[in-house]
Nanobody, 114 residues
Framework: QVQFVESGGGLVQPGGSLRLSCAAS????????MGWYRQVPGKQRELVAR???????NYADSVKGRFTISRDNAKNTVYLQMNSLKSGDTAVYYC????????WGQGTEVTVSS
């Protein structure tokens, strides 16, 4: 059974940083594109960053230059380093395959507020 477990969220002030982690289990994901998504209540889940098996990355315009996605294939883990956080980054963050996600994990909540 495939499972994604996200962690690292929390409350941070505007301008602060957080590093999210996503541990995947049930299968090896080293050969697939992985993405970080986020969702705000009442809105659709959006893809904010993705990374190919060889490390090529893409970012949503709203996070470009502030967020960095990376992966450790040996650990079946994907990371999202988030810097210069803004209130608009407040959301629940999820990781999953891209562009065809599997079952969603619980996500990790990020709140940017002073």
């Amino acid at each position: 059974q495939v499972q994604f477990v996200e962690s690292g969220g929390g409350l941070v002030q505007p301008g602060g940083s957080l590093r999210l982690s996503c541990a995947a289990s049930g299968s090896s994901f080293s050969h697939v594109i992985m993405g970080w998504y986020r969702q705000v209540p009442g809105k659709q889940r959006e893809l904010v960053a993705r990374i190919s098996s060889r490390g090529d990355t893409n970012y949503a315009d709203s996070v470009k230059g502030r967020f960095t996605i990376s992966r450790d294939n040996a650990k079946n883990t994907v990371y999202l380093q988030m810097n210069s956080l803004k209130s608009g980054d407040t959301a629940v963050y999820y990781c999953n395959m891209s562009p065809f996600p599997l079952t969603w994990g619980q996500g990790t909540e990020v709140t940017v507020s002073s």
